[in-house]
């Protein structure tokens, strides 16, 4: 099929949608999707859904060229919901600059303002903007909106919202009179607020539209804005130096703030940049965008990104010179030219209360809603890993009889005197140590984690936390490489309390991944233990990818990816081995890198494709190294 077949075949099914949809008005519960759902399942339902929530955009706007990420999930949540939902970004992509609206929340975030209250006002100005425009023309559209306001009603709020919350009292207001045609009982303070919002009904251009987002975000969530944080010239005043200053351009990817960040990126140009932030900038989008590509940047530019490692991770807990000293240690061969930064995160140990931090906090509630969202799966998994260990190590602590040539006599054993050889006559009573072990777990935090960021970090937890309950010292870090940095966050020292095992939950994912220097810098620390059984753990998706980036007359110019950084990998864990370090590769990414993993790890890795069978698995593994001296 050609583009311009392709193309014409997304505008038909896009009319059929949307002429569906005017026919909703008297079809009762009846949606756009029923006539194929019957048919459909697992993936090819999800694709389905996906492809009419962006034939509606498509439709609704006129332009194909736009880009949407379509949630199959809130079709399962509400038909009228994801219906509605794709009706009202294709009439704002059609009447406004979506891009102009991002920059400005962008802007507004990053100046101090609620991204909660930010975005819920924003929606409520674009929907005032666009819905009697986009209701003139289609005459099913109405019906479905006051369902998709019902639904959102219902399932959002079971009960009322605080009165000093103003802008969800808003919302439920504007939902309320909107899904049922009447008017609620409304306060002065309420009367104010919808006084504004119906400015942007009129609205003529995006610039009017932003400026009613931006009173009615500072009339209804924080009056004090303007005075204190900067007017709406001052938000629209801020530059890219500014973010870039704070490391947004590599962190801003959820929602809206991605696309708006793009056209950000994209305006560059016709900015008055000076000469050096336009080459830092060219140079982070080369990073992101050219693959396999080597980057060679300026000593002045160097001098920089210690400073961004640090605003975007944290403050190191080690001196200059014992970085120095770790640098000179490992930095070698294949990763010359590299540096090694430890830190315990930017939650703790933070320069300034910057967007990353924000953003860091921001994963860390999802990493502990997902926890309780599957709290016993994570609980079960964690009572049998703990039964599996403990079992393992009274298996050790067993005290048992072994036959010996001093000890106790053996009466039955005497007849042997004179007449055999075997002159072991005695038994003595023998005890397994069952405390010396460690282990070290590494996960894995590169950019190709994001999409199961919640899974590895409850994989992490879940090991800790067994570890812990079973009394053997673990420490847990993560590892990932930003710009010539490879990053190690420590989570949780040996020696540290079960309860810092909820430091795991500040897990997060970005940029790329320098597997070798992570390994070899973590079998360091755990070497230097007085253990005599050390165990690592390392939770990877198989792919070792780094971009160098090279300092001016820097002899090593290959690029860390393929098979070249898969053998360096490899050949790291292979030497932890030969020194008597055991290591168990838990693989946590694509079945199409299960290769990579093998060459990587051998015969010890694991492969887990449900979390229900983590403990199973993974105890497996370690219990068999537990009982190994018992056998």
């Not at 140079?283 to 001098?303: A, F, G, N, W, Y």
């Not at 042997?416 to 006559?425: A, I, K, Q, T, W």
């Not at 898969?566 to 290769?595: C, W, Y």
């Not at 015969?603 to 001296?629: C, N």
Request: glycine letters at 6%; one cysteine or more.
């Amino acid at each position: 099929m050609s583009m311009d077949d392709t193309r014409n075949h997304g505008r038909t099914a896009g009319r059929e949608d949307l002429s569906l949809a005017d026919r909703e008005s008297g079809g009762g519960d009846r949606t756009v999707w029923n006539e194929k759902e019957e048919d459909l399942s697992g993936d090819d339902f999800r694709l389905e859904i996906e492809n009419r929530m962006k034939n509606l955009l498509w439709t609704v706007s006129g332009d194909y060229s736009i880009s949407m990420k379509p949630d199959a999930a809130l079709f399962l949540r509400s038909r009228e919901i994801a219906l509605y939902e794709g009706i009202r970004q294709g009439a704002f992509a059609r009447y406004y600059d979506k891009d102009q609206v991002g920059l400005y929340l962008i802007k507004k975030i990053f100046m101090g303002a609620g991204e909660k209250s930010l975005t819920v006002v924003s929606q409520l100005c674009i929907e005032e903007a666009v819905m009697d425009k986009i209701c003139a023309e289609r005459p099913g559209i109405p019906s479905i909106a006051r369902k998709a306001f019902r639904d959102i009603l219902e399932q959002e709020y079971e009960e009322m919202p605080s009165p000093n919350d103003m802008v969800s009292m808003l919302r439920v207001t504007v939902l309320g009179e909107r899904s049922s045609g009447r008017r609620l009982e409304r306060t002065k303070r309420m009367e104010k607020l919808l006084k504004i919002l119906r400015r942007a009904a009129d609205a003529r251009d995006t610039m009017a539209l932003i400026r009613v987002i931006d009173d009615l975000y500072n009339a209804a969530a924080d009056p004090l804005f303007p005075v204190q944080k900067g007017s709406l010239e001052a938000v629209l005043a801020v530059t890219m130096e500014d973010l870039t200053e704070y490391g947004w351009e590599d962190y801003l990817t959820e929602e809206v703030y991605e696309d708006a960040l793009e056209a950000y990126i994209s305006q560059l140009s016709a900015q008055a940049l000076s000469v050096e932030d336009q080459q830092i900038t060219r140079e982070m989008e080369d990073k992101r965008k050219k693959k396999h590509q080597i980057i060679t940047v300026s000593p002045e530019i160097l001098k920089k990104t210690y400073s961004y490692v640090e605003l975007n991770y944290g403050k190191t807990y080690l001196s200059k010179q014992e970085q120095e000293q770790m640098n000179r240690r490992f930095c070698r061969g294949i990763h010359s030219g590299c540096s090694l930064y430890f830190t315990e995160g930017i939650l703790k140990n933070p320069v300034k209360r910057n967007y990353q931090y924000e953003y860091a906090r921001r994963l860390r509630n999802k990493n502990i809603y997902l926890y309780h969202d599957r709290y016993r799966i994570v609980q079960k998994n964690i009572l049998d890993l703990t039964r599996l260990l403990k079992k393992s190590l009274v298996v050790r602590s067993e005290v048992y009889q072994v036959l010996s040539d001093r000890g106790t006599v053996v009466p039955s054993r005497l007849w042997r005197v004179g007449r055999s050889r075997e002159g072991r006559l005695f038994t003595r009573n023998l005890k397994g140590d069952a405390v010396d072990f460690v282990v070290d777990v590494l996960i894995d935090a590169s950019g190709s984690q994001m999409n199961r960021q919640g899974d590895v970090a409850l994989q992490g937890y879940m090991i800790a936390q067994a570890l812990s309950n079973a009394g053997i010292p673990c420490r847990v870090m993560s590892y990932c490489t930003f710009w010539d940095y490879t990053i190690l966050h420590r989570f949780r020292q040996y020696d540290d309390p079960a309860s810092a095992n909820e430091n795991i939950f500040s897990y997060t994912s970005s940029s790329n991944n320098r597997d070798g220097l992570a390994v070899k810098a973590a079998g360091y620390g755990l070497l230097s233990r007085s253990e005599e059984k050390k165990i690592l753990i390392v939770l990877s998706d198989g792919r070792p990818y780094d971009v160098i980036l090279n300092r001016p007359n820097s002899e090593n110019l290959t690029p860390y990816y393929g098979k070249e950084a898969v053998s360096d990998t490899a050949a790291e864990i292979r030497r932890l081995r030969s020194q008597g370090v055991s290591v168990l590769g838990v693989f946590a990414g694509e079945e199409s890198d299960l290769s990579a993993e093998k060459v990587i790890f051998g015969k010890d890795f694991a492969y887990i494709r449900d979390i229900r069978g983590f403990s199973r698995i993974v105890g497996r593994y370690l219990t068999k190294h537990l009982e190994a001296d018992t056998e």
